[in-house]
């Protein structure tokens, strides 16, 4: 379990590594839309090669590091994981929805801030399930065996990871990041680059988490509205409306069983 491990942060580094140095490796053998620079073609075989010495190729390299090198390559790829799990995963939709929810029912710090992103980790690990089989039966496990190079492990983990954020992305998103760029026309969806595909992916998240926000707001909009109404009808305008209306947010949250409901719901809008 602790070698797959290793070897699950090795390709998240390298995959991090590779995103922002190199083209998809994937769109490899596609023909470009557009003719492309000269020093762009050169730039994966070097980073194929530096990755190869950095991680000390299982699969050929001529002199692996030692342990204690390995590990501290390890623990500096750690620190760039954060950025992978927000940026790459569905951690930024659930994490806002449930943020909303809690200013929704009123609650400042109730479920607190360790529960919400614990909710959302451990939700996103569910979610993202298929995809992480999908690079550990690909990618890693031929890595550990050495039967593909570094080079090969990026291009295996980097399809599934590619999917997933293309499938969540909206098109427009893309076209407006691309038009930023000044990329040639992407003839094929599968073909759009991670430097495109990441800040689109995103954009569509945080525009997805604020339209299931907004909804979840209206029914205790209403609560608030009517407990405000009834307040003012019977002169208490003193009382503040939000503490008496806390009681039957949370009372109609729970008879709805509000939280399956938000995480089942969640859950689905990656399924579609």
Same mark, same amino acid.
């Given at each position: 379990?602790?070698?797959?491990? +290793?070897?699950?942060?090795?390709?998240?580094?390298?995959?991090?590594?590779?995103?922002?140095?190199?083209? *998809?490796?994937?769109?490899?053998?596609?023909?470009?839309?557009?003719?492309?620079?000269?020093?762009?073609?050169?730039?994966?075989?070097?980073m194929g090669d530096a990755v190869d010495r950095a991680l000390g190729d299982?699969?050929?390299? @001529?002199?692996?590091?030692?342990?204690?090198?390995?590990?501290?390559?390890?623990? &500096?790829?750690?620190?760039?994981?954060? &950025?992978?799990?927000?940026?790459?995963?569905?951690?930024?939709?659930?994490?806002?929805?449930?943020?909303?929810?809690?200013?929704?029912?009123?609650?400042?710090?109730? *479920?607190?801030?360790?529960?919400?992103?614990?909710?959302?980790?451990?939700?996103s690990f569910f979610i993202m399930a298929p995809t992480i089989s999908e690079?550990?039966?690909?990618?890693?496990?031929?890595?550990?065996?050495?039967?593909?190079?570094?080079?090969?492990?990026?291009?295996?983990? &980097?399809?599934?990871?590619?999917?997933f954020m293309l499938k969540q992305t909206r098109v427009k998103d893309i076209?407006?990041?691309?038009?930023?760029?000044?990329?040639?026309?992407?003839?094929? *969806?599968? @073909?759009?680059?991670?430097?495109?595909?990441?800040?689109?992916?995103?954009?569509?998240?945080? +525009?997805?988490?604020?339209?299931?926000?907004?909804?979840?707001?209206?029914?205790?909009?209403?609560? @608030?509205?009517?407990?405000?109404?009834?307040?003012?009808?019977? &002169?208490?305008?003193?009382?503040?409306?939000?503490?008496?209306?806390? *009681?039957?947010?949370?009372?109609?949250?729970?008879?709805?069983?509000?939280?399956?409901?938000?995480?089942?719901?969640?859950?689905?809008?990656?399924?579609?």
């Amino acid at each position: 379990m602790i070698a797959w491990a +290793k070897h699950f942060a090795l390709v998240l580094g390298a995959l991090a590594l590779a995103l922002f140095l190199v083209a *998809p490796a994937f769109a490899q053998g596609v023909a470009p839309a557009a003719p492309i620079a000269a020093p762009a073609p050169a730039a994966t075989p070097g980073m194929g090669d530096a990755v190869d010495r950095a991680l000390g190729d299982l699969g050929g390299g @001529d002199a692996p590091l030692s342990l204690s090198l390995q590990v501290l390559i390890i623990m &500096g790829l750690l620190s760039v994981l954060p &950025g992978i799990l927000l940026m790459m995963t569905s951690f930024t939709r659930i994490i806002i929805v449930l943020s909303v929810l809690r200013q929704a029912l009123g609650l400042q710090q109730t *479920p607190p801030n360790q529960v919400l992103v614990g909710l959302s980790l451990f939700l996103s690990f569910f979610i993202m399930a298929p995809t992480i089989s999908e690079m550990n039966t690909t990618a890693i496990k031929p890595y550990a065996e050495g039967r593909i190079g570094a080079t090969q492990m990026i291009e295996q983990a &980097g399809k599934p990871l590619h999917a997933f954020m293309l499938k969540q992305t909206r098109v427009k998103d893309i076209t407006m990041f691309a038009n930023i760029a000044k990329a040639p026309p992407i003839a094929n *969806p599968g @073909d759009t680059p991670f430097s495109i595909l990441l800040p689109a992916f995103v954009t569509s998240e945080l +525009k997805t988490a604020f339209q299931i926000g907004f909804l979840i707001f209206l029914p205790f909009i209403v609560i @608030d509205l009517i407990v405000a109404t009834v307040l003012m009808s019977l &002169g208490m305008m003193m009382m503040s409306p939000t503490i008496i209306a806390l *009681p039957f947010k949370l009372l109609l949250f729970v008879l709805v069983d509000g939280w399956a409901l938000t995480m089942g719901s969640l859950a689905s809008s990656f399924a579609s």
